[in-house]
T-cell receptor, first 112, second 115 residues
Framework: DGGITQSPKYLFRKEGQNVTLSCEQNLNHDAMYWYRQDPGQGLRLIYY???????QKGDIAEGYSVSREKKESFPLTVTSAQKNPTAFYLC???????????FGPGTRLTVT | KNQVEQSPQSLIILEGKNCTLQ??????????LRWYKQDTGRGPVSLTI?????NTKSNGRYTATLDADTKQSSLHITASQLSDSASYIC??????????????FGTGTKLQVIP
């Protein structure tokens, strides 16, 4: 898990509610990423950030939002617009964009 | 379309035995290939990374091979231990044309090592 923390480990929400997942890194990495992992599928990129105050959509950004106000933090908000939010969410960081990514321990979100 | 296919989907082996996991990819243009180990409910941890010019790399009991011509990679685990039980994910990156380097994740091989 290196110096990347995600909290909480498990999160439960009612349908229609927005929820924010935390990701913090103390590796002094410039780039950070959010992925979603579903059973039987590879990790899919939601958003990434190359540097503070900048972020770009990944392959499945609809229904999600992010911010990057500080270098060490990259929170992900799962909005009520996300049709199937129940999943395992992984945050990662790398020294620079394209460099090796280090993953956090993940947050399992369950929406009922 | 960039794809990474892994086989087998799952594997059960006896402790102490060797095994080989396969990864075939169609990612182009190729930049590098990584193997990750992911314990259940945890984030992936990098085992090896190989670029175009490398065809083998070891990390302890883990040895990865790469054939860039056939676009195949394998991960060989020697003298398996119970702690090797995990999912092993093959990840292939395409060379960037500016912006984000396209990274494609395989679905993983779930390995179970039994006593």
């Amino acid at each position: 898990d290196g110096g990347i923390t995600q909290s909480p480990k498990y999160l439960f929400r009612k349908e229609g509610q927005n929820v924010t997942l935390s990701c913090e890194q103390n590796l002094n990495h410039d780039a950070m990423y959010w992925y979603r992992q579903d059973p039987g599928q590879g990790l899919r990129l939601i958003y990434y950030s190359q540097i503070v105050n900048d972020f770009q959509k990944g392959d499945i950004a609809e229904g999600y939002s992010v911010s990057r106000e500080k270098k060490e933090s990259f929170p992900l908000t799962v909005t009520s617009a996300q049709k199937n939010p129940t999943a395992f969410y992984l945050c990662a960081s790398s020294a620079r964009l394209h460099y090796e990514q280090y993953f956090g321990p993940g947050t399992r979100l369950t929406v009922t | 379309k960039n794809q990474v296919e892994q086989s087998p989907q799952s594997l059960i082996i006896l402790e102490g035995k060797n095994c080989t996991l396969q990864c075939n990819y169609t990612v182009s243009p190729f930049s590098n290939l990584r193997w990750y180990k992911q314990d259940t409910g945890r984030g992936p941890v990098s085992l090896t990374i190989m670029t175009f010019s490398e065809n083998t790399k070891s990390n302890g009991r883990y040895t990865a091979t790469l054939d860039a011509d056939t676009k195949q990679s394998s991960l060989h685990i020697t003298a398996s231990q119970l702690s090797d039980s995990a999912s092993y994910i093959c990840v292939v990156s395409a060379r960037p044309f500016g912006g984000y380097q396209k990274v494609t994740f395989g679905t993983g091989t779930k390995l179970q090592v039994i006593p």
